[in-house]
Each structure stands twice: as structure tokens, then as C-alpha cells.
């Protein structure tokens, strides 16, 4: 009988092992997800106020504040602009093993993507506050999802 007991304890223990390193790659892969998907978000949602003739309207339906509270919660902060930013990568740089000196790729033309991305900028008298519209649309994302 003992012989028997120790197969199974040794199954039942692999088994829980899997079980746990699955979880973990599946929740690393919704994270990585969950970006992508913001990003796909964020480029829409800029596509669309470049787009629209009227952007206070655009933000307005979009649900974006026109007021926030400060760090305080003294004086309310008022939206007065909208960033926008555009990245082309050309390469990446990285550190190389056991150097002082960066591993660098140029890409070649094909390569190269634009990024666009949008910041509300905020003001009271005493404060700038800056909001990355990936941190809006992601809580935005999380109130509907509610």
C-alpha cells in the first residue's frame, strides 16, 4: 500500500506544479494583451479626434474630464490641451554582454513605424498634471467592463 501512495502524491504534486506555471504564463500573456489592445485603443481614439470638426465635442462624448481633482483636492485641475506626439523607431539599442558599449540595430526602412501617442494636459494655478490617453482609455475600459 505505501508503494501505491507515493506514484500518486508525485503525480497529484506535478500536476500542481503545471497547473501553477500555466496560470502564471496565462497571466503574463493578458498583460501583454491587454497593451496591445490599449495601444489599438489609443490609436483609434486618436485617429478619431484628428478626424472629428469638433474636438470638444469628440473628448466630450468620449467621456474625457474636462475637470480633475488636484493632489490636494484643493482646486479642480482644467483640461487646456491636447498633446500629441509622434515617434518614428529606427532602431533599438540595447546593452551588450559584458560591455560598456550598446548592441545597436538600425532598421531598415520597412521597419520603421510611426507612434502616435496622446497626453491631456491639466492645469490649476499651482499644478500641471499630465494624463497619457492609454491611462484614460485603460480606466475608462475598466468602468465598462464593470
Same mark, same amino acid.
Given at each position: 500500500m505505501p508503494h501505491d501512495h507515493h506514484p500518486h502524491d508525485h503525480a /497529484?504534486? $506535478? @500536476? $500542481? @506544479?503545471?497547473? +501553477? &506555471? $500555466?496560470? &502564471? =504564463? &496565462?497571466? /503574463?500573456? &493578458?498583460? *501583454?494583451? *491587454?497593451? +496591445?489592445?490599449? %495601444?489599438? =485603443? +489609443?490609436? %483609434? !481614439?486618436?485617429? $478619431? !479626434?484628428l478626424q472629428a470638426s469638433d474636438k470638444t465635442s469628440y473628448l466630450k462624448l468620449a467621456g474625457v474630464p474636462f475637470e480633475r481633482p488636484s493632489k490636494d483636492g484643493d482646486k479642480a485641475l482644467k483640461l487646456i490641451d491636447v498633446e500629441l506626439k509622434t515617434d518614428w523607431q529606427v532602431g533599438t539599442a540595447s546593452p551588450s554582454f559584458g560591455s560598456r558599449e550598446l548592441s545597436y540595430l538600425p532598421f531598415p526602412g520597412q521597419m520603421v513605424q510611426e507612434r502616435t501617442n496622446m497626453s491631456l494636459v491639466y492645469v490649476s494655478m499651482d499644478e500641471k498634471s499630465v494624463l497619457d490617453i492609454r491611462d484614460f482609455l485603460h480606466q475608462r475600459k475598466q468602468e465598462i467592463e464593470i
Open positions: /497529484h504534486h $506535478g @500536476h $500542481g @506544479h503545471n497547473h +501553477a &506555471h $500555466g496560470d &502564471h =504564463l &496565462h497571466s /503574463h500573456m &493578458h498583460h *501583454e494583451d *491587454e497593451a +496591445a489592445d490599449l %495601444q489599438v =485603443l +489609443a490609436t %483609434q !481614439f486618436i485617429d $478619431g !479626434f
